[in-house]
């Protein structure tokens, strides 16, 4: 078996076996094959894609190349949730600790904004002092204690598709279903989970922009999860328009404190309440979604979510007066409006023309050596569906960056759509996938 060989078997359209993934991955991994011979194999997967056992292949050899968490000596159902990746997509934030609240342990293993999209790590670092580094062992230690836990990767978890992500990420071949499947799947499998919720995203500003790859890659990675025992259960939702009324950083935080004492916004909570329920059904806490789901809101509306969050600000080393205190917070040296430039309707506000923007205002990384701004972001005031007026506020734009100011107004007032009737709101959630419709 010769690099060269496996590259024109998958470059032929044939399918590689399990030794022929593994000895190609772990060499990469090991530095032992160059990064142009799995570049051409990553554009040849991308190209003609790989069958379940291949996926499957690629998932274990990067699932053990390196740690497996093990976290059965805490008691319960230990339950994660995973999103595809979205603008405004704060879920997770509020999520964890409803679920920990309601008596399921949340192990969480995020990941940083890529591309348009956000991450979790990065806004809840945007709260001071707030670590996300810590070992597996002081990891587990406070799941155990709290019932939450939210870190990054570390070095000892899935080291293979550390690499290989960051040379999909500059060799256009991140986009690929099975890829996608081999790398969330591996990093979840590795956190010590025992069942899964999964939010993949569909529409401008998701990876997958059309319908029927999301479902794809629904069903991938649920069989994926299945297969290794793991109980795995996915939404469809829609991410044509940013999640909730902000985009960035700290702003985003801020929101997610106020969703957690009662204040959020009806989308953000929609999706929320969803997924959490779904977890709360799987952790054996609810008899069904739909009780996990009330069980979910009665978590917010006693408080209940609201002092688990801070639980997990103090164990994670975050400032709680800051939290607590939000208006304490630096804001961003400059602030411009975005207004409405007719009368009538908002029909949409582009996603992925938000994450964009929001990223040239500082709040993303354009080079994975940025520093990212937590101050800077973007305010939603009006959204699909709302009335609006010529010269009425749309957005409040923040930066540090006062040469990206203007810029950014007229590529948000571009990413506006208007209608004159009001437009029928649907709900974000577009379709629920278990093992049973693979
Ligand atoms: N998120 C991941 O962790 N991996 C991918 O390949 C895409 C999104």
Partial sequence: MTPYEIISKKRDGHELSAEEIKYMIMGYTNGEIPDYQVSALLMAIYLKGMNAAETMAVTNTMLYSGEVV????????KVDKHSTGGVGDKVSIILAPIVAAAGVPVPMISGRGLGHTGGTLDKLESIPGFRVDYSIKEYEQKISEIGACLIGQTPDICPADK???????????????????????????????????LDV???????????????????????????????????????????????????????????????????????????????????KKAGTIKEGVQISKEMIRSGKAWNKFLEIVASQEGDVAMVQHPQHYPQAKYQAEVKSEQDGYIAGVNALEVGLTSVSLG?????????????????????????VSKGEPLMTVFTDKEQELQGAVSRLNAAVTYSAEKPLLESLIREF???TKL
């Fill in 163 to 197: 690499k290989l992500y960051a040379l999909r990420d500059v060799t256009a071949t991140i986009q690929s279903i099975p890829l996608i499947t081999g790398s969330i799947m591996s990093k979840k499998m590795a956190e010590g989970i025992d069942a899964l919720v």
């Fill in 433 to 435: 996938i278990d093992k």
């Fill in 363 to 387: 709040a993303g990384r354009q080079k994975s050596t940025d520093i990212i701004d937590p101050k800077a972001g973007i305010i939603l005031h009006r959204k699909k569906g709302d009335a």
């Fill in 70 to 77: 093990d976290l059965s000596a805490i008691p319960g159902v």
């Fill in 201 to 283: 995203k569909t529409g401008s500003g998701a990876f997958m922009q059309k319908y029927e790859d999301s479902v794809a890659l629904a069903k991938q990675l649920i069989a994926v999860g299945e297969h290794f025992g793991k109980p795995t259960l996915a939404y469809i939702t829609d991410m044509n328009e940013p999640l909730g009324r902000t985009v960035g950083n700290w702003l985003e935080m801020v929101e997610c404190f106020e969703a957690l004492q009662g204040d959020g916004p009806d989308d953000l909570l929609e999706v929320t309440h969803q997924l959490s329920g779904a977890m709360i059904y799987l952790g």
